[in-house]
Every structure is written in C-alpha cells, then in structure tokens.
C-alpha cells in the first residue's frame, strides 16, 4: 500500500519539517511505500492532492484549515482515504472532528482510528468548501493576516488585526432561500456552516459533520445603523461566538437546511474555510458523505 504525504512548510512555525523522519517511521508500520512532499502553494497542494488521489492509497495532508480546503479542491470527486496532521492557527475542522493538534495524537488517529465519510459543501457547483463560507466581518482576517504575524503570534495575530482593521461592521444587503423559505435583511456578517467551531469558538456545538444539514446564521443591522445600533452588533457578534446558534437574540437569524441560495452586492466577499472566496450571489448545497477521512475511534462527529 502506497502513502503520500503533503506538507505546507509555512503551517505551524514550520515545526512538521523537523519531525518528518518521525512522521515517516509511523506511516512505514502500516504502509509499504510513504513519500513525502513540501509542498510551494495552496495551488500546488490542491494539483498534487489531484495526482496522488490518483496513485495512492492513503494521502496525508499538513496544514491549516486552508490547506485542507485546498485539498478538498484536489480530491474533487475522486474517492480517496485521507489523514489529517492539524498544523495551523485556528484548525477548526480539527476541532469539529475532534483530531487532536499534537503530531502523536493525529498520527494515532491515521493509524488506530476509523475512516469515516463526512459531510461537506460545494459553492455554485464547482468550488468544494469543508465547514464555513462566511461574508461580512472579521471574516478576511484569515487571509489578510500576514503569514509572518500568523507564525510568530499563532490566533492572536487575528486579534489584533481585527482591533486595527476590521471593526467597521460594513453593512451589506443580502436574500435568499433556504429550506424553500424565502428571507430578506441587511446585516454585517452571515455564516453558511457545516462545522462545529469558527475560529476556535464552539459555535455550532451541536452540530454534526455527518447530519446532512447546514446551519445559516446572520447578525442583521440596519442600514444605517445609529451608534446604538453599531454597539448592539458588536455584542450580538460577541453572544454568536460566545453562546453559538442556541443564542437568542432579535437581530440573529438562524436557518438550517441542505441548500441555500444567497443574493448580495457584487462587492460583498465570501471566506471559504479561511481562504478569499467568491464574491456576490452564491449557491450552497450539502454534499452527504463526500470525504473519506480519518477520525479519533470513540469520538462522535
């Protein structure tokens, strides 16, 4: 049997990169081949997850929650067992799955735990997300945090660049429908989820990765919102995180269904799993099953 295993060198402060001998020896109990790549980019680990998904049994993959998106795009529809090594900042999905963050611990996983096939999203039908396409705000710290703060300060990096930059609270139209209901508000931030958690917070704890549902929540706000208004916004965002979709609030609306349909300014920009997105009207259906992947034994997902 053949492994291969990714890595994206700038995940983790880098750390993998010295513990690879140690990654290799684990792999090699159980697989008679295990090669393994750097990869340069979020492109070239989705074109070589593309190839390996191909060639190899088993594909191990390092990194954040951007990298495994950008395996998601790699995979596409072929049908390959994957493993994850959680190496980022945030590492929701890891959080969701309950795959632990140290290198011995996801290694266990791989090794001792069950393959299971887990739910995800697709966008507009071509674009494959895992557990979050979210718009609004704070939702481009992910990616416009430099990757040098994000290595030397880990998830406080987004902290503070969120205090400096993006505590604005555009507000941006947005309709739609889901579970053939029809909504229309304005709002400053609008999460489309198939996780648990959303930059750490346990904000869907309920949820499960294989229910076949999607959760939808939006913090509404006028449309030009007076200074009470901007403050009731800053604590419902506060009572989402805190609380999650249980929360009860007036200007919170949550929706679950498989599919939603979305329409919204031009200019307005989705987050895919942490990554820079669409931008506009999208489209998202749950797809049952889709990835097959390893997870803890006794753990529920």
């Not at 979050?132 to 503070?160: D, H, N, V």
Request: glycine content about 10%; some cysteine; proline content about 3%.
């Amino acid at each position: 049997m053949k492994c291969l295993v990714l890595y994206n060198p700038n995940s983790g402060k880098g750390k993998l990169k010295k513990k690879l001998s140690y990654v290799r020896r684990k792999l090699e109990q159980r697989y008679d081949e295990v090669d393994i790549v750097a990869t340069q980019s979020g492109k070239d680990m989705e074109e070589r997850t593309r190839q390996g998904a191909r060639e190899y049994d088993l594909i191990v993959f390092s990194g954040g929650d951007g990298t495994f998106n950008n395996v998601l795009q790699g995979v596409g529809e072929e049908d390959v067992q994957l493993g994850y090594l959680p190496t980022g900042t945030a590492n929701d999905v890891a959080h969701s799955l309950g795959i632990p963050r140290s290198l011995r611990g996801a290694l266990d996983v791989i090794l001792g735990g069950r393959s299971e096939r887990i739910d995800c999203m697709r966008v507009n039908g071509t674009r494959y997300v895992m557990y979050i396409a979210a718009a609004g705000t704070i939702t481009s710290l992910t990616y416009e945090t430099p990757q040098r703060a994000k290595r030397a300060l880990g998830w406080f990096a987004y902290a503070m660049r969120g205090l400096r930059k993006n505590m604005n609270f555009e507000v941006f139209p947005v309709c739609g429908t889901c579970a053939g209901k029809f909504f229309e508000t304005h709002g400053v931030l609008m999460f489309v989820m198939n996780g648990r958690s959303v930059a750490g917070f346990p904000v869907n704890r309920h949820a499960s990765m294989q229910d076949g549902m999607l959760e939808v929540a939006i913090v509404k706000q006028a449309v030009r919102p007076n200074f009470f208004q901007k403050l009731a916004a800053y604590f419902s965002l506060a009572a989402l995180m805190i609380v999650g979709l249980k929360v009860r609030r007036k200007d919170i609306e949550i929706m679950r269904g498989e599919k939603i349909r979305i329409f919204t300014d031009k200019h307005v920009t989705w987050d895919f799993d942490g990554e820079e997105g669409l931008r506009g009207d999208i489209t998202v259906e749950l797809l049952r099953r889709h990835v097959k992947l390893f997870v803890p034994r006794n753990k529920k997902i």
